[in-house]
């Protein structure tokens, strides 16, 4: 993963890590197989093989050339068979590959097929949400960029070759938080297409948002637009008959969770014409007042918080 280097002292120049933001995973994954249907020919269950091997392939040729080779999940329209749909169903409800972003892009174009969400017990769904695919993390979230960056912010002026050098590697830093997101569109319109499998009732819709704000803070980019999704989906809440008691105690449990969890990620860095450089933070997380005020919305109150 691409990130700063450590400062060596508060003289040394602030550097990007040479290896490859998404070239340099070394990918040792292992293709879990779908279970075996008797009714089902091995003709059959062999489609989903060759079909995980092509899109495997694909999503390793993207991370080669950092540019992914569709934008949306088009694989039913290229491949040439069927593929049984409880095999299909298998495949998105576990995780394909080690790697995050080879597994979000198997499941992602899997979901061209627009395969039926299966019926699940709450341990098994857990267990789905467990499995939710992992987002690529923010390059600058990454704790040695903040700790580099805060040692030449506190630097009074740079000389004129430096300060050229600090840009250009901020640049560069810019150009591999791009990369990151664009390789997350996988991950993220996955987690888009459950969402709108789930529909807009019950406890699911609700506990499938806040497994999606756990991956954002895991990976240390803004909870901010995630957020705002829980507190309207929490809002609407209220008028669901199909939400019991035991319902909105197990959801409200499940927020209480993230309380704690927090990722400081650097939101800008400014380059002053005296050649001094000013660093802004921001965070990923939930605090308690987040989880107040989703509580409140889940019991039908309405607060200026």
């Not at 993390?137 to 002026?157: F, G, Y």
Request: aromatic share 8%.
């Amino acid at each position: 993963m691409m990130n700063f280097a450590k400062q060596r002292s508060a003289s040394s120049r602030l550097t990007v890590f040479a290896c490859a933001f998404l070239v340099s995973v070394t990918v040792h994954g292992t293709v879990e197989a779908a279970p075996t249907d008797p009714v089902q020919s091995p003709e059959k269950h062999q489609r989903l093989r060759e079909a995980r091997r092509l899109l495997i392939e694909e999503a390793l040729e993207a991370q080669k050339n950092e540019l992914l080779p569709t934008l949306s999940p088009d694989f039913a329209k290229r491949f040439a068979h069927q593929i049984p749909l409880a095999d299909l169903t298998q495949a998105i409800l576990v995780r394909t590959h080690r790697d995050p972003f080879v597994d979000a892009y198997v499941r992602w174009q899997l979901t061209s097929f627009d395969p039926p969400l299966p019926q699940l017990s709450d341990q098994e769904f857990a267990v789905f949400m467990d499995a939710i695919p992992a987002l690529i993390p923010n390059p600058r979230a990454d704790p040695e960029v903040a700790s580099a960056l805060e040692q030449l912010e506190d630097l009074l002026v740079l000389s004129a070759r430096r300060f050229q050098r600090v840009r250009d590697d901020v640049a560069q830093l810019d150009r591999r938080t791009d990369l990151a997101e664009r390789f997350n569109e996988p991950a993220m319109s996955f987690a888009e297409w459950v969402q709108d499998k789930l529909g807009k009732t019950g406890p699911r819709p609700r506990q499938w948002l806040l497994a999606r704000c756990a991956a954002t803070i895991g990976a240390g980019w803004s909870t901010r637009s995630i957020k705002t999704k829980i507190t309207r989906q929490f809002t609407a809440s209220v008028d669901d008959q199909s939400l019991t008691t035991e319902h909105r105690r197990l959801i409200v449990q499940q927020a209480q969770r993230l309380v704690g969890s927090k990722r400081r990620f650097v939101k800008d860095v400014t380059f002053l014409a005296n050649r001094t450089v000013r660093v802004t933070f921001s965070s990923s997380g939930v605090d308690r007042d987040d989880v107040k005020r989703w509580s409140d919305r889940l019991a039908g109150i309405r607060t200026d918080r």
